[in-house]
């Protein structure tokens, strides 16, 4: 017995020693600063092809570390480079900020604060009744008329201003679904407009695209419509400056793109 109970512990050992070597193989790789990211990662992908995961042998510890590295050493794979951020910073101070003007004097800076910014309030002003006050999802300016704009609420509907905001106006309150994640005006013709509706973070739903031709005050559905339970959000539109038939549209189910006016999407 005494004999068997050794001849597991060595061959326990054996199998640890074994995992322990291979292990650290990458384990030291992530801490020597002369070792390429990529180098390391490729042997702890190698070490693990196959292998199902199991807790306490380093791989949640690892992909952790390979998350917060990879975006930071791209695509040299330095490991150096994230602690080399503040030196460089300083750098790029004392070459952009610090150096003498024609006078003598030290010329450059970062950009000076003001407390004295001439800003006002531009409505809607306050809460609506049994409700909180909401967020904004865009402000879009009418390329042609400067005092023009639309904003859109995840909740709340597109509202328009003519006056510079003194004063706006909705005309989605009947809309199936009330918010808008962004809207596409067109270059040529300010009349022309896409409105996508929903919240692009996801707290209402996309109805898809609409499509109104007469400045906001009627919508009519286009080629791109989902009801509620797809689950679709819509985060931007844009729209070609030279053909305003020509319209792009970022939804989490992919990049659609139409040639004709919304009446089709690929």
Same mark, same amino acid.
């Given at each position: 017995?005494?004999?068997?109970?050794?001849?597991?512990?060595?061959?326990?050992? +054996?199998?640890?020693? %074994?995992?322990?070597?291979?292990?650290?193989?990458?384990?030291?790789?992530?801490?020597?600063?002369?070792?390429?990211? !990529?180098?390391?990662?490729?042997?702890?992908?190698?070490?693990?092809?196959?292998?199902?995961?199991?807790?306490?042998?380093?791989?949640?510890?690892?992909? #952790?570390?390979?998350? !917060?590295?990879?975006? #930071?050493?791209?695509?040299?794979?330095?490991?150096?480079?994230?602690?080399?951020? =503040?030196?460089?910073?300083?750098?790029?101070?004392?070459?952009?900020?610090?150096?003498?003007?024609?006078?003598?004097?030290?010329?450059?800076?970062?950009?000076?604060?003001?407390?004295?910014?001439?800003?006002?309030?531009?409505?809607?002003?306050?809460?609506?009744?049994?409700?909180?006050?909401?967020?904004?999802? =865009?402000? #879009?300016? $009418?390329?042609? &008329?400067?005092?023009?704009?639309?904003?859109?609420?995840? $909740?709340?509907?597109?509202?328009?201003?003519?006056?510079?905001?003194?004063?706006?106006?909705? *005309?989605? @309150?009947?809309?199936?679904?009330?918010?808008?994640?962004?809207?596409?005006?067109?270059? $040529? *013709?300010?009349?022309?407009?896409? +409105?996508?509706?929903? @919240?692009?973070?996801? $707290?209402? !739903?996309?109805?898809? &695209?609409?499509?109104?031709?007469?400045?906001?005050?009627?919508?009519?559905?286009?080629?791109? %419509? !989902?009801?509620?339970? *797809?689950? &679709?959000?819509?985060?931007? +539109?844009?729209? @070609?400056?030279?053909?305003? %038939?020509? &319209?792009?549209? =970022?939804?989490?189910?992919?990049?659609? #793109?139409?040639? @004709?006016?919304?009446?089709?999407?690929?």
């Amino acid at each position: 017995m005494k004999n068997s109970t050794l001849k597991f512990k060595f061959i326990f050992g +054996l199998i640890f020693l %074994s995992f322990f070597a291979n292990s650290q193989e990458w384990v030291e790789m992530m801490h020597d600063p002369n070792v390429n990211f !990529y180098e390391t990662q490729a042997v702890f992908n190698a070490y693990w092809k196959g292998k199902t995961i199991e807790k306490g042998k380093g791989y949640k510890a690892f992909r #952790r570390w390979e998350a !917060y590295m990879e975006p #930071r050493v791209y695509p040299s794979g330095d490991i150096t480079l994230p602690s080399q951020n =503040f030196a460089n910073y300083e750098k790029w101070l004392e070459e952009n900020f610090n150096k003498e003007d024609d006078k003598g004097g030290k010329s450059g800076g970062p950009i000076e604060k003001s407390i004295a910014g001439d800003w006002s309030p531009l409505g809607p002003i306050g809460k609506p009744a049994g409700g909180g006050a909401g967020r904004i999802n =865009f402000i #879009r300016f $009418d390329p042609a &008329v400067s005092t023009t704009m639309y904003v859109g609420a995840p $909740d709340g509907g597109l509202w328009k201003t003519t006056n510079g905001g003194t004063s706006w106006s909705t *005309n989605t @309150d009947l809309l199936t679904v009330i918010g808008c994640s962004d809207v596409a005006i067109a270059a $040529d *013709n300010s009349n022309l407009l896409y +409105l996508a509706t929903g @919240d692009l973070e996801g $707290d209402c !739903y996309s109805r898809g &695209v609409l499509k109104s031709t007469d400045g906001g005050l009627t919508w009519n559905t286009t080629g791109l %419509s !989902y009801i509620a339970s *797809n689950g &679709v959000t819509i985060s931007r +539109l844009l729209i @070609d400056p030279t053909n305003s %038939s020509i &319209v792009m549209a =970022f939804a989490s189910n992919g990049i659609w #793109r139409t040639t @004709d006016g919304g009446a089709t999407w690929t």
